[in-house]
């Protein structure tokens, strides 16, 4: 029965019965009204709406519960889908509700999956002319400067040698940006030679302490997983150095079912609400939607940020 007709006979019942109710019944109506009757209609009155709201309500409970989720619905959290309940019409419009989740997020995984590739072809030809380019001009001015600094007496050499010192310095963080850029480990080494080379450059430069776990019998992932987790964990460390002020950070892997899971816990300040939407954290999320991992961030035992990313080893519905 289609739901006007499911509401008409509803409240048409409730009509008949109440007419059929007063013809039976001894109540008499007087005019002009008296106290007692107009008791008696109210109670019946309060009665029939209380009958039809319990009526109706079981009726649209389903449509509530579609508009609470489609309020509420996150394509960065995918997954959640209503219960086909109710008559045909609403059970249709659930139906139809989830048919379009599912191709929303098997659209916006795609879309993002080739923005997302897009983004790192970028980075690695970005990172290859700050290599090849910008590091060998600034290789030839450290040379040049070098040349002219042993043509000068020595009393005269310390400013060039300042500035040899400036440039090789630019020099250094040229190289490391590259490297960041385009992860060159990851390719020929693998996923925990790259983590750790990342934890030991950050280590140096920022002098935050960062306790390595990696477990022993890793599973094998395929490459395009493996740099999500190591973009994840770039970004974790990132954020525990700029914003949480961390002193001390955790970076573990260890096997789960049939899946691979990266904890990046810190003991700085924890998120703010704007921390908690901001750039960062939601590119994570795109990136773990693309290869359908799960990402959880909450606050650590430590009062910090604890990241979790559980990437899964199988085949990717």
Known sequence: MSLFWRVFVINAGLLVAAAI???????????PIDLVEAGILAAGLLLL???????????????ERLSRT??????????????????AEVAGLVTSFNEMLDRLETERRESNARAL???????????????DE??????????????????????SRGALVDAQEAVRASL????????????????????????????????????????RRFAPGLPDLPADRELVVFRVAQESLTN?????????????????????????????????????????????????VIVGAALAVKRSEAGGVE?????????VA
């Open 117 to 131: 590739a897009a983004q790192e072809g970028e980075r690695a030809r970005v990172a290859a002319e700050l290599h």
């Open 240 to 288: 525990a150095v700029r914003h949480a002020g961390a002193s001390k950070v955790l970076l573990s892997l260890e096997p789960g079912r049939e899946s691979l899971v990266l904890r990046v816990v810190d003991d700085g300040r924890g998120l703010n609400g704007s921390q908690a939407d901001g750039g960062g954290l939601r590119g994570m999320r795109e990136r773990a």
């Open 172 to 211: 250094d963080d040229v190289r490391r940006i590259a490297r960041e850029l385009r992860p060159e480990l990851l390719e020929h080494l693998g996923l925990v030679s790259a983590l750790k080379a990342l934890a030991d450059g950050l280590s140096q430069r920022t002098g935050l302490e960062i306790e």
């Open 70 to 87: 489609m309020r509420s619905v996150d394509l960065l959290r995918p997954g959640r889908r209503l219960p086909v309940t109710g008559g």
């Open 134 to 155: 910008v590091g060998q001009a600034m290789t030839g001015v450290l040379l040049l400067l070098e040349r002219v600094s042993n043509g000068l007496p020595p009393e």
């Open 21 to 31: 109710a007063l013809a039976l019944s001894p109540a008499t109506v007087s005019a």
């Open 307 to 315: 990241v979790r990313l559980e990437v899964p080893t199988g085949a």
């Open 49 to 63: 709406l209380g009958a039809d709201y319990l009526l109706l309500r079981r009726t649209f409970g389903s449509l």
